[in-house]
């Protein structure tokens, strides 16, 4: 009524009807069984819908039939699944359909019947055989005969179990049907319909049956429990018991239900207290003694145990004595004498040893008592006469039959020997000098070459040889741990000694005790037993182990194995005559055959079942193989970087004892070595680096089989973008480019240089064919000549002076690209001076600089502004009869130098009309001006510019030119 649980290993998740989810539950009602189709997916019926669920997908699918109307039908409960024609046989209220698991098809109607929750189905000879519990008995129907072809036909007939109401059914074979019910058992017999009973179980209520392996039948008994029964065995076999608080006891809750799986686990549910679940096929060992549940324990505590003549075996209890036939069944109890005749209910009791002869000897803290097998009863065996009472702790029957008991004193009477004189039995100390010992002996043992070991309880173990009329120590070994039992392996000449501190061996020839170091730590030991194979049977305060001293191996059992309980008691063992071995505890003895204990076969099947991201647990996982989103089945895993801490929870799929399940796990290409977990079942991977890994993980079940598969999901972490292939090949292509970037730049600097550098010196060439100007060498060859000619030497003589120191500044000047301003000026003034001469003075000049202005500190391209100033005088005031004046003014303006050529010659329009070699000289002139101010820009990154203005008077006629010229100040 409360939906449906999925159990995974020991993971249990719930499953509800959810009003927004189309793919939950369609109500809670659970109502019919499970069954499995071929592709795995689990068909079951709720009250309201028929439902799928898809296990790769983990969501369930709903499913209606309608009637003629068109109303959805309810009350579904699912007979039975025809998986070689894919069909449901489910039944709706009292109407049975066939319905298709392609569900594109409709159900089909058969007819009205009888059934229910109860009802169980047989295919026999082509038809179905199904059985429905009724007031009074069970009715059975068979619906067989049908066409090949066409729709299908189906006879019913029914037939009832007279007088029986039967409640439960399980199948042998495809003819036998066993039923259960309020008065027994019945075996019905088909097809003949042969019915008989169980005599083991008349008048039982048999609430739940269901079929083991191929034989054995479980069979649920109300206010009796669980039994195994062998249907052709008269007799009622074994109970089963379960785990109660560290013991096992017969199982007593009432089961309603019973359900065997492909692994031969039983499910049990029971009405009101859950579900249990056991494997039979898992117990090893057989429990006894449990038979009296009302003592409350006290006649189920084995304290000690040896072996009568006929093979009965005889148990010390905390309450008495139990005697066991010899395939472990109680037999009654022997006469009970009165005391003080009898020790049987003595607590004082320690051990109980059966003779050679037939004697059964008993160790009391009252004395020792002994029962020849003549008598009935045990009497006292006496002490020397006067001599104090003793206590006797444990006893050892010696190679020649006598006896040596220890006892409660500390002297030479710590040993005491049993002496027969005269047909009587009388104690006499062993010891053949005194001794005093400080703690009791705890444990006698007798060596294949005579010698006797004894401990001294925490303290020594001591080897004895006989001397003489008593014993004496020969060796004594520091052995601070109390000496539980002891095996002699006479091939290694080993003596293996349990111990309350773990496991030791003592070496016969050189006399060392040392400590088995490949036993398991962590175990007190309270009894060894050495089977025919050589094999260490050693019982604990955990469970039983069985250990192989030539391989190192152990295998550990427990409860689920059979084991009476969880603990044993101290030295409660023996060795058959026939090879069984037996440990007693508080809940019982275990007998057993060594060659019976075999290992469990079936896989623990290792599965995922949850998976957290960051801790979370997503919504949206998904495998990227298939897009599974069922946990258990997802193979496969991609995660982005921000989702690099991964935890896997997993368990196994094998129920017969599932917490003693074990696994290894590995993250490949992260963890080294594989990693044992045996109570942990999960691992947790924080901000795991990007790459390729595979969790795997390995389960072993409670004896250690591996299982042949194990669970593998393989995970891929994403880089981060910023380390993503394509990201990283759009940097590389980006720094690629900002490499050929900057060498394309540097390379266009360098052409940029190079041609900057060319134009440099292809204008300092124009300028120097400029500055060297033919026309105004000529012209000045002529002035020189005609002050000659007019006898005017001294004139002519200046004249040539200063033009030869001209020539010369010029050639000097021409190497540099820049010059102090004020050795431009004095170059400018030189040439101003020449031609002011060669006009015969209609030339005059003036130089106006700002005071901010510092000559010596300002550089200047070489004579920039004395193409300006040769054009005033050639184009502007040469042509004006009576001459003019050149104004040059210099300033200063942020990062730039302001000059200024102005002059008051005739203006640029009549200029133009004079000859065109001046307009081209003019034009080229200009030219190469424009061009140096141009490499000027892009060296310094300061604005250059030349602009011309044409000057007019107040009548607006022209009055000359003036030059703009915007230079870096340097």
């Not at 005391?339 to 109980?352: F, K, V, W």
């Not at 773990?502 to 398991?520: A, C, I, Q």
Request: proline residues 6%.
């Amino acid at each position: 009524m409360d939906g449906l649980t999925c159990l995974a290993g020991q993971s249990v998740k719930h499953y509800t009807h959810e009003p927004e989810d189309p793919h939950s539950l369609a109500d809670n009602n659970i109502q019919s069984r499970f069954f499995e189709d071929a592709r795995g997916d689990i068909w079951f019926c709720t009250m309201k819908a028929i439902h799928r669920y898809d296990r790769r997908m983990d969501r369930f699918y709903r499913h209606v039939i309608r009637d003629d109307d068109g109303k959805p039908l309810s009350n579904y409960w699912i007979v039975c699944l025809d998986s070689d024609k894919e069909e449901l046989w489910l039944g709706s209220g009292n109407a049975l359909y066939l319905f298709p698991l392609d569900t594109s098809r409709a159900a089909r109607l058969l007819g009205a019947f009888a059934l229910s929750y109860n009802t169980r189905v047989l295919f026999h000879r082509g038809g179905l055989l199904f059985f429905t519990p009724k007031d009074g008995g069970v009715v059975w129907n068979r619906l067989a005969g049908h066409q090949p072809k066409g729709p299908r036909r189906v006879v019913p007939r029914a037939s009832r179990v007279p007088n029986y109401n039967g409640t439960a059914m399980a199948w042998q074979g495809d003819s036998v049907c066993w039923i259960g019910g309020r008065h027994g058992l019945l075996r019905l017999s088909l097809p003949d319909g042969q019915i008989q009973t169980f005599p083991a179980l008349s008048g039982a209520k048999v609430s739940a049956l269901t079929r083991i392996g191929e034989q054995e039948l479980l069979v649920a008994v109300r206010n009796r429990g669980l039994f195994l029964l062998d249907p052709d065995k008269p007799a009622l076999d074994r109970p089963v018991f379960s785990d109660l608080n560290g013991q096992s006891g017969p199982f007593r809750p009432v089961v309603n239900h019973l359900y065997t799986d492909r692994d031969g686990t039983v499910w049990f549910s029971c009405h009101g207290q859950g579900v249990y679940f056991s494997n039979p096929r898992k117990r090893k060992f057989g429990a006894y003694l449990q038979d009296r549940p009302e003592n409350a324990g006290l006649d189920r505590n084995v304290r000690a145990i040896t072996q009568y003549l006929e093979g009965r075996i005889w148990c010390r209890t905390q309450y008495g004595i139990r005697i066991l036939d010899a395939q472990g069944r109680p037999i009654p109890d022997p006469p009970q004498p009165p005391p003080p005749q009898t020790p049987y209910a003595d607590e004082q009791m320690l051990d109980i040893h059966c003779d050679r002869a037939g004697r059964i000897w008993l160790a009391s803290l009252d004395g020792l008592h002994l029962r020849c097998p003549d008598d009935q009863a045990f009497r006292l065996v006496r002490t020397e006469e006067g001599a104090k009472p003793l206590g006797f702790f444990y006893l050892l029957e010696l190679h020649d039959g006598s006896m040596l008991a220890s006892s409660t004193a500390g002297d030479r009477r710590a040993l005491m020997r049993v002496r027969q004189k005269e047909g009587q039995f009388h104690l006499e100390p062993g010891l053949a000098e005194n001794y005093a010992f400080s703690n009791p002996l705890t444990k006698l043992a007798q060596l294949s070459d005579g010698r006797i070991l004894i401990n001294e309880e925490g303290r020594n173990l001591h080897l004895l040889s006989e001397k003489g009329p008593g014993l004496l120590i020969d060796t004594s070994l520091a052995f601070t741990s109390t000496l539980t039992g002891y095996r002699e392996d006479r091939d290694s000449g080993w003596v293996w000694l349990a111990s309350f501190d773990g496991l030791f061996k003592l070496s016969l020839d050189s006399l060392v005790l040392e400590r088995e170091f490949h036993f398991p730590a962590g175990y007190s030991l309270k009894g060894i037993l050495r089977d025919d194979a050589g094999q260490l049977w050693i019982s604990t305060q955990n469970g039983l182990l069985r250990y192989d001293p030539h391989h190192k191996g152990f295998i550990p059992y427990g409860l689920s194995q059979g084991l009476q309980a969880q603990q044993f008691n101290l030295s409660a063992q023996l060795k058959t005559r026939d090879g069984r071995l037996a440990f007693g505890g508080p809940n019982g003895l275990n007998l057993f055959h060594p060659e019976d204990i075999r290992p469990w076969n079936k896989d623990a099947r290792p599965v995922i079942t949850r998976i957290l991201i960051n801790d979370q647990e997503p919504e949206d996982l998904y495998c990227e193989l298939d897009s599974t989103r069922n946990v258990s089945l997802i193979r496969k895993l991609r995660l982005p970087y921000a989702k690099n801490t991964v935890s896997f929870y997993f368990d196994a799929l094998d129920y017969s004892d599932p917490e003693a399940n074990t696994f290894d796990y590995q993250m490949e290409n992260l963890d080294p070595v594989l990693i044992s977990s045996e109570k942990r079942r999960f691992a947790r991977y924080s901000n795991m680096p990007p790459g390729d890994y595979a969790f795997v993980l390995y389960g072993y079940n409670s004896d250690g089989r591996q299982a042949r598969e194990p669970a593998r999901v393989e995970l891929t972490i994403l880089p981060p973008f910023y380390l993503t292939w394509w990201f990283l090949l759009l940097v590389a292509l980006v720094v690629l480019g900002i490499i050929f970037g900057i060498f394309q730049f540097r390379l266009n600097q360098l052409r940029k240089k190079a041609e900057y550098q060319r134009n440099v010196a292809q204008i300092e060439t124009s300028v120097l064919r400029l500055q060297m100007n033919p026309h105004f060498i000529f012209n000045t060859m002529n002035s020189i000549g005609s002050f000659i000619l007019q006898n005017d030497m001294a004139k002519a003589h200046d004249y040539l002076g200063r033009f030869g120191k001209l020539m010369r500044q010029i050639l000097d000047y021409a190497r540099k690209p820049y010059l102090e301003l004020s050795e431009d000026l004095d170059l400018l003034e030189q040439y101003l001076k020449l031609e002011s001469m060669r006009l015969n003075g209609r030339l005059s000049y003036q130089f106006d600089l700002a005071p901010d202005v510092d000559p010596d500190e300002v550089l200047v391209p070489t004579m920039i502004l004395q193409p300006f100033v040769e054009n005033a005088i050639w184009h502007g005031i040469a042509p004006k009869p009576e001459g003019g004046q050149i104004r040059i003014y210099i300033r200063k303006s942020d990062q730039q130098l302001l000059a200024t050529v102005e002059d008051d010659g005739i203006g640029r329009q009549a200029s133009a009309e004079r000859k065109k070699q001046a307009e081209n000289r003019e034009s080229k002139a200009i030219k190469i001006t424009r061009k140096r101010l141009e490499l000027l820009e892009q060296e310094y990154q300061v604005d250059t510019d030349l602009t011309f203005e044409d000057l007019v008077d107040e009548q607006g006629r022209p009055a000359g030119t003036r030059v703009l010229l915007t230079l870096p100040l340097i």
